[in-house]
Antibody, heavy 123, light 108 residues
């Protein structure tokens, strides 16, 4: 079974930094694009960033471009999201998700999703 | 960016009834690059439908998707207790991929 387990969330002050991790198992990690999707409290889903299977292609939502960096370590089957210059608007549950098929990392379908990790940006 | 607008915002129905959720795109979604997700309280979303009408693994056949161009529909033919949840549509024809704002299907 495919498993995705996020970690690294927590409370951080505005302007601070945080690194999220997503540990993957149950599939050939390097063959699939991976993404981060977030959900602010009581609201809907917002795509944040995606990365190609080999790690050489990345894309970001305008709301996080220049502040967040997605990366992956295929030897460790782990996806990362480095978040800096955090704002209160970044408060959300952050989900990692696998692309359903070996498709274009810029236009993923998300299947499955991890359980999420909560990031709270507050002073 | 393609904007997706779901209707209604909330659907109040009884078990056994039919649920129909609509999603309209601001531009044509060619090739049916369209998906639906279900999210229950405290849980991650789950893929239900991709390619506008293909069911994901393990999704029962009472759940179906249809549509093309700018208008898409998710139908649950007979609501089971486990179907009461929030449903989101998503387009993946162009970047950035976008979601609808969600439709809550609640017990009447």
């Amino acid at each position: 079974d495919v498993q995705l387990v996020e970690s690294g969330g927590g409370l951080v002050q505005p302007g601070g930094s945080l690194r999220l991790s997503c540990s993957a198992s149950g599939f050939t990690f390097k063959n699939y694009a991976m993404s981060w999707v977030r959900q602010a409290p009581g609201t809907g889903l917002e795509w944040v960033s995606s990365i190609s299977g080999g790690g050489d292609g990345t894309c970001y939502a305008d709301s996080v471009k220049g502040r967040f960096t997605v990366s992956r370590d295929n030897s460790k089957n782990t996806l990362y999201l480095q978040m800096s210059s955090l704002k209160t608007d970044d408060t959300a549950v952050y989900y990692c998700a696998k692309d359903r098929a070996s498709g274009n990392y810029q236009t993923p379908r998300f299947d499955p999703w991890g359980q999420g990790t909560l990031v709270i940006v507050s002073s | 960016e393609i904007v997706l607008t779901q209707s209604p915002g909330t659907l109040s129905l009884s078990p056994g009834e039919r649920a129909t959720v609509s999603c309209r795109a601001s531009q044509s979604v060619s090739g049916s690059y369209f998906a639906w997700y279900q999210q229950k309280p405290g849980q991650a979303p789950r893929l239900l439908i991709y390619g506008a009408s293909s069911r994901a693994t393990g999704i029962p056949d009472r759940i179906s998707g249809s549509g093309s161009g700018t208008d898409f529909t998710l139908t649950i033919s007979r609501l089971e207790p486990e179907d009461f949840a929030v449903y989101y549509c998503q387009q993946y024809v162009s970047s950035p991929v976008t979601f609808g704002q969600g439709t809550k299907v609640e017990i009447k």
